[in-house]
């Protein structure tokens, strides 16, 4: 299996609900990724998880919360977004070298819309 | 941090002409070097990549060149095809564990 999937596809949220986004990867990678992708920009580096680990969190607000339960799964946890985090949410998977960087496999996305 | 500039923002080119995107970057400690394709609606997805200790890389009709002196690298696409038209994202990985800095992206239009 080469592929990393993303749950679910799209997601509509107001601005006080709960909600979580969900990746799932079983190409035995140790690191997992997520991006933030605006229309016509790149993606964005939200959070790096290493061996279940959070490794860098570039600064994201509080209402965004990940998880990795295990080395297959990574979960973003919503709650209180604001209209401006409507935008493709990217999880990707890499594996781990101590001395090098890797081929990073991306998800297809979820597109939330937050009203 | 690392900063990284691509152009051209976007390209025009016939079908079976060549197309060359470029890259820069700003960290000499970066030696992790990707391309990625998006199509409309889809995820990135590796085309190729460079590590700081080559020069250039083919595989089949594209080709990667690297400058560590200038600190630029280039995409190069002969023979394009219709299909190759999509967004086009240069990348650039260092020290900092996982991290990559993309560049703004060159929608590429490929007319037949």
């Given at each position: 299996d080469t592929e990393v999937t993303q749950t679910p596809k799209h997601l509509v949220m107001g601005m006080t609900n709960k909600k979580s986004l969900k990746c799932e990867q079983h190409?035995?990678?140790r690191a997992m990724y997520w991006y933030k992708q605006k229309a016509k920009k790149p993606p964005e580096l939200m959070f790096v998880y290493s061996y279940e680990k959070?490794?860098?969190?570039?600064?994201?607000?509080?209402?965004f919360s990940p998880e990795c339960p295990n080395s297959s799964l990574l979960n973003l946890h919503l709650h209180?977004?604001?209209?401006?985090?409507?935008a493709l949410y990217l999880c990707a998977s890499s594996q781990v070298s101590a001395s090098m960087h890797n081929e990073q496999f991306f998800g297809p996305g979820t597109r939330l819309t937050v009203l | 941090g690392e900063n990284v500039e691509q152009h051209p923002s976007t390209l025009s080119v016939q079908e079976g002409d060549s197309a060359v995107i470029k890259c820069t970057y700003?960290?000499?400690?970066?030696?992790y070097f990707p391309w990625y394709k998006q199509e409309l609606g889809k995820r990135p997805q590796l085309i190729i990549d460079i590590r700081s200790n080559v020069g250039e890389k083919k595989d089949q009709r594209i080709a990667v060149t690297l400058n560590k002196t200038a600190k630029h690298f280039s995409l190069h696409i002969t023979e394009?095809?219709?299909?190759?038209?999509a967004v086009y994202f240069c990348a650039a990985g260092g020290t900092s564990y996982g991290k990559l800095t993309f560049g703004q992206g060159t929608i590429l239009t490929v007319h037949p």
């Open positions: 190409m035995g990678h959070l490794s860098i969190n570039e600064s994201v607000p509080s209402r209180a977004l604001q209209p401006e985090d409507s | 700003s960290d000499s400690a970066s030696n394009t095809q219709p299909e190759d038209s």
